[in-house]
């Protein structure tokens, strides 16, 4: 049986997901390595790109997609080192979220945090989206690293830092990292663990606009805390629809480990770092 479309672009990222350089000496290191490289591959897999490639919008099949990421040996390291970024469950103590500088197109962002700022699904309207904006808060797992420092007051950073470090004009300097504890126990995050995951997610709460589906993040909210959206399922399912009851859900692009916090769950906020250039 010839191979779908799907599988050959599953095939290919896979590929050039293992394909990372030997790290330098020292587990910290491998594993700062193998997430910087997973992040630097996800961030090229964009709509333009899969478009080009499947000839149109691709589909796959939850099942396939997410046997062929079984076979990738990047995410076997690293969830031998770091469980909770490849498959969860979510680090509730090592979340960072960073404010960046302001920007032509946003000019009101701020460095700093507080739950005053916070907007909740549930005090407006939320436009139909896989990964929605200017609603809730994302933040990403810090990697315990070592203890050598660094303006992230020690131990690794979070990806959305990496996706940071490799240049973006959107996201001007200064940067602050700031450390926000999950301790409330009652505080349930929906795990999303891989490509069928994702469709069961999304099949649960579904949001039907424009002839796709989207996730509802309004009722999500009325259910979970936050949706943790992991190395594994975003390999498999970035760039892909998945059928679903009610028709084919819109592709996700999240490119790197991430948490969307729908309430305002945290004990308390720390600044563990500015990079100011």
């Not at 779908?4 to 293992?18: F, G, H, K, Y």
Request: hydrophobic content about 45%.
């Amino acid at each position: 049986m010839r191979p779908t479309p799907a599988a050959r672009i599953l095939r290919r990222r896979v590929t050039q997901l293992d394909a990372a350089p030997a790290p330098a000496a020292g587990a910290g290191a491998d594993t700062d390595a193998l997430l910087r490289h997973f992040t630097s591959v996800m961030t090229l897999w964009t709509e333009p790109e899969m478009t080009a490639l499947a000839g149109g919008p691709a589909v796959v099949d939850p099942a396939e997609a997410d046997a062929a990421v079984e076979e990738c040996l990047l995410l076997r390291h690293l969830a031998r080192e770091e469980p909770g970024i490849v498959r969860g469950p979510l680090e509730r103590t090592r979340q960072h979220w960073i404010g960046t500088g302001s920007h032509e197109l946003a000019p009101s962002r701020r460095p700093g945090l507080s739950r005053e700022r916070f907007r909740a699904p549930g005090t407006g309207p939320v436009p139909p989206s896989t990964k929605p904006f200017h609603v809730g808060l994302y933040t990403s797992t810090a990697w315990r690293g070592d203890d050598g420092g660094g303006d992230c007051g020690g131990g690794g950073t979070g990806m959305w830092r990496m996706y940071l470090d490799q240049g973006s004009s959107l996201h001007p300097l200064p940067w602050h990292t700031w450390e926000l504890r999950v301790t409330d126990p009652a505080a349930e995050v929906l795990e999303i663990g891989d490509a069928s995951a994702w469709a069961a997610f999304v099949g649960r709460y579904p949001l039907v606009h424009d002839g796709s589906v989207f996730p509802d993040w309004r009722a999500v909210a009325r259910e979970y805390a936050g949706v943790h959206m992991t190395l594994r399922a975003i390999a498999a399912a970035q760039g892909f629809g998945v059928r679903v009851a009610g028709g084919v859900a819109a592709a996700p692009y999240w490119d790197v480990e991430s948490v969307l916090w729908l309430r305002w769950v945290f004990a308390g906020v720390r600044l563990v770092g500015v990079a100011a250039g």
